[in-house]
């Protein structure tokens, strides 16, 4: 038996406490091999070569729906709630933060 999440918004938690949050709306729903498209030059920017050696990311669903849109709506709520957007905090460049 298959569990399977329609339409998820996910945070990516990165070992230096900074987050990501995005949706997967994929043609087929959520699938577990999916992990955004972050920056990852932003993200290489922030670690050693040492510590990108050995990299551990955690990612939670924090939201599930069956409409498209009520996810794409919730995502942009949660960058702004969680400040995913600030620099200081996330890897999210939209909405721009306003600090």
Sequence with gaps: MTKKFLYVVYK???PNGKIYIGKDI???GHT?????TW????VEADFTKEELK??????????ESGDKKEVGRR???LIVEQQ???PDVGYNPT???KG
Excluded at 32 to 36: A, H, V
Excluded at 54 to 63: M, S
Aim: charged share 25%; hydrophobic share 40%; aromatic share 20%.
């Design 84 to 86: 995913a957007n600030n």
């Design 12 to 14: 990516i938690t990165f």
């Design 54 to 63: 050995d990299f551990t990311i955690r990612r939670e669903i924090l939201f």
């Design 26 to 28: 994929g043609y087929d």
């Design 95 to 97: 909405p721009k933060f």
């Design 75 to 77: 995502e942009m709520e």
């Design 32 to 36: 577990i091999r999916y992990f955004g």
């Design 39 to 42: 920056n990852h030059h932003a």
